[in-house]
């Protein structure tokens, strides 16, 4: 059984950085496609950043691009999201999601292609 565990959220200043990490047992994300998401109040789930199992390429939405990236480690327990100037319109729930390694592209940014879900970590980003 495939488990996810964000960790890292917290409260910072708007221009700083923060890295979020999640942890997944019951299968790594050598075959699973990984990814966040992020939900404000009264806004739906929106997509931040994947990464495909198969070579490793990373994705990231209009929203953040440029400013956050996501990685995972060498043996692939373990993903990353640093995320760098941050703003005020950042904040919001960060989700990790994995997802069948055959994701295209195009398929990336749909809730519904994630078969496992962490629990969520809150990320305030607040003078």
């Known amino acids: 059984q495939v488990q996810l565990v964000e960790s890292g959220g917290g409260l910072v200043v708007p221009g700083n950085s923060l890295r979020l990490s999640c942890a997944i047992s019951g299968r790594t994300f050598s075959t699973l496609t990984m990814a966040w998401f992020r939900q404000a109040p009264g806004k739906e789930r929106e997509f931040v950043a994947a990464?495909?199992?198969?070579?490793?390429?990373?994705y990231a939405g209009d929203s953040v691009k440029g400013r956050f990236t996501v990685s995972r480690d060498s043996g692939r327990t373990t993903g990353y999201l640093q995320m760098n100037g941050l703003r005020p319109e950042d904040t919001a729930v960060y989700y990790c999601a994995a997802g069948s390694g055959r994701l295209i592209t195009s398929s990336l940014r749909y809730t519904s292609n994630y078969d496992h879900w962490g629990q969520g970590t809150q990320v305030t980003v607040s003078s």
């Open positions: 990464i495909k199992a198969s070579g490793g390429t990373s």
